[in-house]
């Protein structure tokens, strides 16, 4: 053993010292977490009740009496705080359960080591290991009401789950091998109480807050992002406090960097009403410092399972074909650390779309009509019984010519002639329950004379056989084309992906056709196929158009 020895001064300045020294330890001792729980005496209490319900079993009641010096065992007065030690209380294994979960994912315990389809409603022991595959998320609910959201392609495993009895302090401890966890913990009551969620290179533990944990083994490193209260992340023999609104980056085998702000919630332009059109595109102003943007859909504002999560560079995103009801929507900047900030919430989102209307054969948008009782044909939706159709003098329809409220078939025509000028039509969708749909745009033609008889011999120009046409996306968007024979597209004869809203086909076979679109993203995203529409070619206009004459024009309406 090696001894130092202080020189007078210094030996003199440290006893000067101690009394601070001790005063400071004293004032630690005073602020340290109790080791005991602390239970609150209700009326009909007695000691040999209150050790049946929380000891161990090898712990007598006599000492929890000894311990708090009560005097009758039968009798404890009501707001009496009866003090247990923590080493003292019943430890039980909790379970996690599956609240809600989309797409694959599997289970493994230590004990089978076979992985199981997780489905929604089963619970798990510790030592079970959770894989995510694509496109899939999950939620698991611990024993103390907190939840964590796994999303796609992650591996989580549960380290512990325990429960002091019923005292409503657990233990939580998860361990994020790859991935990304969400988690909303409840406060932790109790000096045992604890939730933590390690990665290979931190451990990021709360008391009650809202955060959440990558883990990136390719890049080897993880992130912590606190959305709201502390969470304090430990590695490489330092920890630093993480407050809300503030994330931290760390390498592993690294000491976790200084807390950085996280980019603010964007703000987003929610819909007023009912989303009533498809495609719909949501937008939010562009975040100073934020490259990217992650968007999730959920079904419910909780978003316990993700319909929908992706990453985008625009301060908008294009939401894909969803059935009728009411989702959610959160979007949050991403900085160039690949910290994800606070989110911006749409929580009730009514979709109120199908059946979704037919695409328009005729009179096309902005054409010329010349017959004074022109024919307004559509292609028959797989989603509708029939059709609501409308012609007005006005874009807003405030003054409607002539309607057709349950119109069977593809084609109605104006129950008398109309005067030339400005006409506005729409047509919408009802199925077999009544239940009406969107509308399609005001389509605008104008009803004009009929042009002089042409020269004989002088030719007619046609583009070919069938031209499709749907309105134009956002600049730089895609679009996908399918024609086949059958509604479900097994074998499609007509495949194309064009840069402008419109294809043009030749030499197209007679017969029935089925047509469905696509938009791509500028991302290269390829949202929903449109519900698959019907037409057809007759052999008289096969003969027509290889005479020379018109062709057949389809305005999709998506």
Known sequence: MTYRVWGRPRLHRWLFAVPFVLAFAATALQAAPSSDWSYRVRPRDTIWDLAARYLKADIPWQKLQDYNQVDDPLHLPPGMTVRIPVAWLRLEPARAKVVAIIGDATAKNAESGQPVPVKAGMSFGYGTSLVTGNDTSLTLEFADGSRVLMQANSELALDRLSAYGDTGMVDTRLRLQRGRVNSDVHPLTGSAARFSVSTPGTISSVRGTHFRVVADPDAKSARTEVTGGKVDVGGQKRHVLVKSGSGVATADGAAPGRPQALPPAPALQCPDGAVKQFPYEL????????????????????????????????????????????????????DAEGLEGLDGVCPNISIDGTPQPPLIVSPQPGSKVRDKRPEFRWTESTQAASYRWQLAADADFAQVLAEQPQARGDHVRPPQPLPLGRYYWRVASRDGTGKAGPYTHALAFDLVEEPPVPVPGEPKRSKGDLVLSWPEGTPGQRYHVQLARDPMFQQPEVDATVDKPELDLKRLKSGKWYVRVQTIDTDGYAGPWSPAQKTRISCVSCRWAAAGGGAALLWLVL
Do not use: C, M
Request: charged letters at 20%; zero cysteines; proline letters at 8%.
């Open 283 to 334: 937008h939010w102003p562009a975040l100073a410092g934020a490259p990217r943007y992650r968007l999730q859909l959920a079904s419910n504002e909780k978003f316990e399972a993700l319909l929908l999560d992706r990453v985008v560079t625009a301060n908008s995103v294009t939401l894909p074909d969803l059935p009728d009801g009411t989702y959610a929507v959160r979007v949050r900047g991403i």
